[in-house]
């Protein structure tokens, strides 16, 4: 994948300059990855696939905002995925709310490596990841991966509610330390 | 939301927060609050950043699923502007475009800058575009003179970012952008068009400019966000 990751960031490049052929090639290039997101979260192949669809078309109207920084551009376009299903998760939930702006990355300033970062930010996160209890670990996971609300996560590892806010927010605090020794 | 003391106030409240937000396990009302306060806070802006930069080592377990064939037809349905939607107007009006280019000379004679002086008779075409983006306060008015070989160039507002330049491309139907240089900011320039890439200046040939490194794209491909954009039109 870190190959082709400059070549994907020119994609997005050519893309935000409404090169209809980049894009075409882009979504030849991601879409697998990206249904493979909101199929995750959403689980269900009819709702994985409007997303996709919504997607797209994010990427296509968004594609001037990506700024290359010390983000990958896979990461960028998983972003916008994971965020949408996460969107249309919680639409069904009791409360709905808008986290449109999630979408908007920082840009980190100036770019190191892509390809580089993103192996970097694996290993990192493996090893922050694995210095805490294999449950705890696996709840941030689901979280991440699944979308999982507070609710499932609880259901899933059969703990009250609260100890499960109370485990996350724990682990939270020890990956931050971890992550940015 | 004070169920326990993890989630009490100070700095490690608003971190964990903020990956909480990253993960999208804040209820509605919270969420949106700190949606707020990450518009305004540029410290939790960061942490933010930190988090969704840290998480997406993650993004490799996502394993690829082809989707179903038709989605990208679907899209591209949505997005592609249909040839028929394309006529009315005022961006299509040739007395804006006709004004444009007046105004486009107006600019340059009082800048003092492009030679009003004997113009050659008519021998080529003469395309003109009006650059902007939406979200971006940098316009530009383009003046392509096919009998000189130039492209002029005037900075109608904008500021310049600190080290970074702005850079010219030009796109020709459906192929990869080819640039055209760095373009100064608060003045106008005058581009000389390689005569291998005049043939491909016609109506429709689409200007943008992207903010790119200093001294330029280092990769000959656009790397950076379009700041403005738009298509050449006959006058």
Partial sequence: MSQSTGEIADL????????RIAFRELYRRTSAKLFGVTLRILGDRAEAEEALQEVYVKIWQRADRYAAGGYSPISWLVAIARNHALDMLRARRPFAEDIEQAIEIADLGPDPERAAVEADERARIDACLGELEGDRAEAVRGAYLDGFSYEELAARHKVPLNTMRTWLRR???KLRECLSA | MSVDGEQGGGEDGDRVRVAEFALGLLPAQEHEALARRLATEPALARELALWRRRFS????EFAEVTPPAGVLERVEARVFPQPAARSS?????????RGLAATCFALAIVAGGFALAPRPPLTG????AALEAEGS??????FYDEAAGMVRIAALSGDAAPNKDFELWAIHGTSPPVSMGVIPVGSKSDIAVPAAMRPGFVAGTVLAVTLEPKGGSPSGAPTGPVVAKGATTAI
């Fill in chain 1, 12 to 19: 997005i490049a050519r893309t935000a300059l409404r090169d």
């Fill in chain 1, 171 to 173: 682990s939270l605090i």
């Fill in chain 2, 57 to 60: 080592g993650l993004d490799s």
């Fill in chain 2, 89 to 97: 107007g005022l961006w299509n009006s040739l007395g804006f475009w």
């Fill in chain 2, 125 to 128: 075409q003469e395309l003109v």
């Fill in chain 2, 137 to 142: 306060n940098i316009k530009f008015v383009a």
